[in-house]
């Protein structure tokens, strides 16, 4: 084979089958077997599949679905059971296709026999889903807006406490007054502590507490 019929040869497109369940119980095989009928059935070639055992509570950007879309180009496929497979809600669900879409990435579910890429079907798909997008977020916003309403009425005070008593340095008070005696510097306190430097100082301040030490540093 010359070197110019090795060129005009296509690329062979990149088909990931992708199965994500909650628990180790939830069996995957016939999942599996769909999407590799599917594969064969439109001769997409050989399915890779990425298994992965993780909460839908877990976002996206740190599943392995991430991982699959970032490996993957123009005219690549995902292969999914069903949509919630994706991503645990509607919102969420939308935001992997829209970064799948940019990349020119065909995405098919299997259950409703969706097929989203660029044909007129899949863009009234992508609109609807859309649709059920912001309705969902109208939704949790109305729902939040009614909780914090009813939390209102019900006494109950709204917001981050005010006052002292209320930090998470509050139980090691002694032991930061003691290592801000001995010159430990506030810097080294603080992420000691796990809080940013301005949080100790203003907690210093909050709680009247006598602390005249000085950061090595610190201009007198």
């Given amino acids: 084979m010359s070197k110019k019929q090795k060129k005009e040869q296509p690329t062979q497109k990149k088909v990931i089958g992708y199965l994500r369940v909650s628990t180790?119980?939830?069996?995957?095989?016939?999942?599996?077997?769909?999407?590799?009928?599917?594969?064969?059935?439109?001769?997409l070639g050989n399915v890779d599949f990425v298994e992965e055992v993780v909460s839908g509570k877990v976002s996206w950007k740190r599943r392995r679905i991430k991982e699959v879309i970032d490996?993957?180009?123009?005219?690549?496929?995902?292969?999914?059971?069903?949509?919630?497979?994706?991503?645990?809600?509607?919102?969420?669900?939308?935001?992997?296709?829209?970064?799948?879409?940019?990349k020119e990435i065909n995405i098919h579910a299997i259950k409703n026999n969706w097929t989203l890429n660029g044909t007129i079907e899949s863009k009234i798909l992508l609109?609807?889903?859309?649709?059920?997008?912001?309705?969902?977020?109208?939704?949790?916003?109305?729902?939040t807006t009614e909780a914090l309403r009813v939390r209102k009425?019900?006494?109950?005070?709204?917001?981050?406490?005010?006052?002292?008593?209320?930090?998470?340095?509050?139980?090691?008070?002694?032991?930061?007054?003691?290592?801000?005696r001995d010159g430990v510097p506030k810097?080294?306190?603080?992420?000691?502590?796990?809080?940013?430097?301005?949080?100790?100082?203003?907690?210093?301040?909050?709680?009247?507490?006598?602390?005249?030490?000085r950061d090595s540093g610190e201009a007198a």
């Fill in 127 to 143: 609109m609807v889903f859309s649709m059920a997008s912001e309705i969902e977020r109208d939704l949790i916003s109305s729902r």
């Fill in 153 to 180: 009425e019900s006494g109950v005070k709204l917001g981050r406490p005010k006052g002292a008593g209320k930090s998470k340095l509050d139980p090691h008070k002694d032991e930061i007054m003691a290592l801000l």
């Fill in 187 to 213: 810097t080294l306190v603080a992420k000691k502590y796990g809080t940013a430097i301005v949080n100790l100082y203003n907690w210093i301040l909050k709680n009247n507490l006598d602390v005249n030490v």
């Fill in 24 to 43: 180790m119980k939830q069996d995957l095989e016939k999942n599996r077997a769909d999407i590799l009928t599917y594969a064969n059935d439109h001769k």
């Fill in 71 to 102: 490996c993957l180009g123009k005219d690549d496929w995902i292969i999914v059971a069903e949509l919630s497979r994706l991503g645990r809600s509607m919102l969420e669900i939308m935001e992997i296709i829209s970064e799948a879409k940019q």
